[in-house]
């Protein structure tokens, strides 16, 4: 008891001095926290730097991208961004057209094409602009071994992810473009794993970027793959080349062999307000910043895959935002975007190697040249970027 006693006297003894109205005592509050004039005028100051980003899922890969351009143009009340998690790519397209609040988004390249031919949606390329070409996610299509290709999904039941995710819409496009008609579900990716394991469903899609614990983490014996996705020019307007190694799904790809996919660039999207109004001003503040603080993105802790964006990369189908453009001219010349008449000197390059001009000029043999030139323009554009 009298140990408790002790006790007692002592803990109230410091809550008596610590409670004191001496400005010495007083607890420290952090400069941001402290007062700063009428709440009227607060309220002004932090809406005019708040930049709303809607990102993705919150564990995806966009979300990824989202926390970290905030965390690295954090400027107290002269920007302020703030993270948004969403439904995914799809949405994130309509909450840049119409959520308050919204002035920059993730999302994919191929979201115009849903906008434009399903939703009717007018004037989109004066509309949304684009800043820069984020990483790609890559379309993973996994399923039993018995189905060797998207062929033999024809009249089966495949799950695109949950709505307005990335693969509820770039799947739907890819089987349109190849003709290949399926039943579509729209599940969360775990319990659609559960149903593609008892043959519930025959395959599921997720639009990511690779490699991830999700399909990572499945062992040889479940017996399952990933089925490929052949490139050709049906996929030229708004997709790239991409392919899954051993290496990064040990499980899902035979042991030292790979497995074509396509890939969709990631897009870094703003809305195209009428210059010199409020919303314009803070997406063009917004750009600066990244711009300006672009070095700081390359090093630890941000996600390494910082490293792989070319900031002169274009997006099919896009148009920059001016901002950008600006911005990016001001860079050193070898960030410049590429002019046609270049574009025209790198197709001669590829084409005066001696394996291209061996290549026959069947439909089949012009498909495979074009997409090796695809292939070693983006290998050219890394390596101009590093």
């Given at each position: 008891?009298?140990?408790?006693?002790?006790a007692?006297?002592a803990?109230?003894s410091?809550l008596?001095?610590c409670?004191?109205?001496?400005p010495?005592n007083a607890?420290?509050?952090?400069?941001s926290?402290q007062?700063?004039?009428?709440e009227?005028v607060?309220k002004?100051?932090?809406?005019a730097?708040?930049v709303?980003?809607?990102?993705?899922?919150?564990?995806?890969s966009y979300m990824?991208?989202a926390?970290?351009?905030?965390r690295?143009?954090d400027d107290?009340?002269n920007?302020?961004v703030?993270p948004i998690?969403?439904?995914?790519?799809?949405?994130?397209?309509?909450d840049l057209?119409?959520?308050?609040?919204v002035d920059?988004?993730?999302?994919?390249?191929?979201?115009?094409?849903?906008?434009?031919n399903?939703?009717?949606?007018?004037?989109?390329?004066s509309?949304?602009h684009?800043?820069?070409r984020?990483?790609?996610?890559?379309?993973?299509?996994?399923?039993?071994?018995?189905?060797?290709?998207?062929?033999?999904?024809?009249?089966?039941?495949?799950?695109?992810?949950?709505?307005?995710?990335?693969?509820s819409?770039?799947?739907?496009?890819?089987?349109?473009?190849?003709?290949?008609?399926?039943?579509?579900t729209?599940?969360?990716?775990?319990?659609?794993?559960?149903?593609?394991?008892?043959?519930?469903?025959?395959?599921?899609?997720r639009?990511?970027?690779?490699?991830i614990?999700f399909?990572?983490?499945?062992?040889?014996?479940?017996?399952?793959?990933l089925v490929?996705?052949?490139?050709?020019?049906?996929f030229?307007?708004?997709y790239?080349?991409?392919e899954?190694?051993?290496?990064?799904?040990?499980g899902?790809?035979?042991?030292?062999?790979?497995?074509?996919?396509?890939?969709v660039?990631?897009?870094?999207?703003?809305?195209?307000w009428?210059?010199?109004?409020?919303?314009?001003?803070?997406?063009?503040?917004?750009v600066?910043s990244?711009?300006?603080?672009?070095d700081?993105l390359?090093?630890p802790?941000y996600?390494?895959?910082?490293k792989?964006?070319?900031?002169?990369?274009?997006?099919?189908g896009?148009?920059?935002?001016?901002?950008?453009?600006?911005?990016l001219a001001?860079?050193?010349p070898a960030?410049s975007?590429p002019?046609q008449?270049?574009?025209?000197?790198d197709f001669?390059?590829f084409?005066?190697?001696?394996?291209?001009?061996?290549?026959?000029?069947s439909?089949a043999?012009?498909?495979?040249?074009?997409?090796?030139?695809?292939?070693?323009r983006?290998?050219?554009?890394?390596?101009?970027?590093?």
């Open positions: 008891m009298l140990r408790i006693a002790t007692s006297i803990i109230l410091a008596c001095f409670g004191g109205s001496s010495a607890q420290a509050v952090p400069k926290l007062p700063s004039g009428p009227a607060v002004d100051r932090k809406n730097g708040t709303g980003l809607v990102g993705g899922q919150l564990s995806g990824t991208f926390d970290e351009l905030a690295a143009l107290g009340d920007l302020r703030l998690v969403s439904y995914g790519a799809a949405s994130n397209l309509e057209l119409y959520l308050r609040g920059v988004a993730v999302t994919q390249s191929d979201v115009f094409e849903y906008f434009r399903e939703r009717k949606i007018s004037n989109l390329n509309r949304i684009y800043v820069i984020l990483p790609a996610s890559e379309m993973h299509l996994l399923a039993k071994t018995d189905i060797k290709s998207i062929e033999d999904l024809r009249g089966k039941k495949v799950n695109f992810g949950p709505p307005g995710s990335g693969s819409l770039t799947g739907p496009i890819v089987f349109q473009r190849l003709g290949v008609q399926v039943e579509p729209y599940m969360d990716n775990p319990i659609a794993m559960q149903k593609l394991k008892s043959g519930e469903i025959a395959a599921l899609i639009q990511i970027g690779k490699p614990d399909f990572a983490k499945i062992p040889a014996s479940d017996g399952l793959h490929p996705v052949p490139f050709s020019k049906t030229a307007d708004y790239m080349l991409g899954f190694t051993s290496q990064e799904y040990p899902l790809v035979p042991q030292g062999g790979r497995t074509d996919t396509i890939a660039p990631t897009v870094l999207a703003v809305y195209n009428p210059k010199g109004t409020e919303r314009y001003r803070k997406v063009e503040r917004f600066q990244m711009f300006a603080k672009w700081n390359q090093k802790p996600h390494p895959k910082w792989d964006v070319n900031l002169a990369a274009t997006v099919p896009w148009q920059r935002f001016v901002v950008a453009d600006t911005q001001r860079m050193t960030a975007p002019n008449q270049e574009l025209n000197k001669q390059a084409m005066s190697r001696p394996e291209a001009r061996t290549v026959g000029r439909p043999d012009q498909d495979a040249l074009f997409k090796e030139f695809l292939k070693w983006e290998q050219q554009a890394g390596a101009r970027a590093r």
